[in-house]
């Protein structure tokens, strides 16, 4: 069964650092998001990409985050500098169809930040 | 805010047993789905129903959707060991999920 994968599965940094955050969508899925949790609280929007464009993104989402799809797999997620509030599980969705059909879900990355 | 709350925050059952938990949201949907979380893993889809549905079943599970009270429900019926997990609801409008806080259920041999 297709499923979204996501690397790597821990990373860990410096406050200040950049990390991407890599994950390959289902193939034949054309929406992209990633979500955000921190521990013991709720999972977060953060944005949704599709046709190389976002297409919404929250509050928490500022100058510091963004998104790309590099080539015709890849999804990722860049922060340029991280700090130590971004500590937390990061998913990547996916969805065929934008808001109206089930978001399959990657196992997420824990990123650490010291 | 359209998020979704589930209640109860935690339900602890006997193996066997149904488990039942709700979510009531504010605002308009096009759908609502439910996702089951094992700690500190991803996020596993169940179900979703649309906002013209009343009811879903896969398997043990049936979720029920009442748009005028903004509220849905899920069934876990005849509850095995393995069914501990936090379970979500979240819902969808303006291409973005919303989730709840979720409800914990534990599962007891």
């Known amino acids: 069964e297709p499923e979204v994968t996501q690397t790597p599965s821990h990373q860990v940094t410096q406050m200040g650092q950049e990390v991407i955050l890599r994950c390959v969508p289902i193939s034949n899925h054309l929406y992209f998001y990633w979500y955000r949790q921190i521990l013991g609280q709720k999972v977060e929007f953060l944005v949704s990409f599709y046709n190389n464009e976002i297409s919404e993104k929250s509050e928490i989402f500022d100058d510091q985050f963004s998104v790309e799809r590099p080539d015709g797999s890849n999804f990722t997620l860049k922060i340029r500098s991280t700090k130590l509030e971004d500590s937390a599980m990061y998913f990547c969705?996916?969805?065929?169809?934008?808001?109206?059909?089930?978001?399959?879900f990657g196992p997420g990355t824990r990123l650490t930040v010291l | 805010s359209q998020q979704g709350e589930e209640d109860p925050q935690a339900l602890s059952i006997q193996e066997g047993e149904n488990a039942t938990m709700n979510c009531s949201y504010k605002?308009?949907?096009?759908?609502l789905q439910w996702y089951r979380q094992n700690s500190g893993r991803g996020l596993v889809h169940l179900i979703l129903?649309?906002?013209?549905?009343r009811e879903k079943h896969s398997g043990r599970l049936r979720v029920t959707l009442d748009t005028s009270k903004k509220s849905s429900s899920l069934l876990i019926t005849a509850s095995r060991a393995a069914d501990t997990a936090s379970y979500f609801c979240a819902t969808d409008r303006d291409y973005k999920l919303s989730f709840g806080a979720g409800t914990t259920v534990t599962v007891r041999a």
């Open positions: 129903i649309r906002s013209n549905e």
């Open positions: 605002t308009s949907i096009n759908n």
């Open positions: 969705a996916s969805s065929e169809v934008l808001g109206r059909n089930e978001q399959f």
